[in-house]
């Protein structure tokens, strides 16, 4: 069973940048797809990116497209989001997810797809 492990949340000001990481402690890491996605408060949850085996496939929410890059080192057990030009409306707290299947772009936003999920980190963008 993976436990999923998120750093690099914080507060910074709009247009600054973070990195986001999840990394995966259990033993064996055999996942297809992973991504991310966010919580804003009083809001459901949102797929923010994901990305496929090797690195391929990567997707992304409209809102965030350009400014936002998804990738993964396997040999770390551990996903990157980083995160560029920071807009107040990112605010959230961002949650990592696994999935052992390949998911395409009409599936990688359904959250059932997913085997396991990190606790979630929080990101706040202010003035």
């Known amino acids: 069973q993976s436990q999923l492990v998120e750093f690099g949340g914080g507060s910074v000001q709009p247009g600054e940048s973070l990195r986001l990481s999840c990394t995966d402690t259990s033993v064996t890491f055999h996942y297809n797809t992973i991504s991310w996605f966010r919580q804003a408060p009083g809001k459901e949850r949102e797929g923010v990116s994901s990305i496929g085996p090797n690195g391929d496939n990567t997707y992304y929410a409209d809102s965030v497209k350009g400014r936002f890059t998804t990738s993964r080192d396997d040999n770390k057990k551990t996903v990157y989001l980083q995160m560029n030009d920071l807009k107040p409306e990112d605010t959230a707290v961002y949650y990592c997810?696994?999935?052992?299947?390949?998911?395409?772009?009409?599936?990688?936003?359904?959250?059932?797809?997913?085997?396991?999920w990190g606790q979630g980190t929080q990101v706040t963008v202010s003035a």
């Open positions: 997810a696994v999935s052992r299947a390949r998911l395409p772009d009409t599936w990688w936003r359904v959250e059932s797809e997913y085997d396991f």
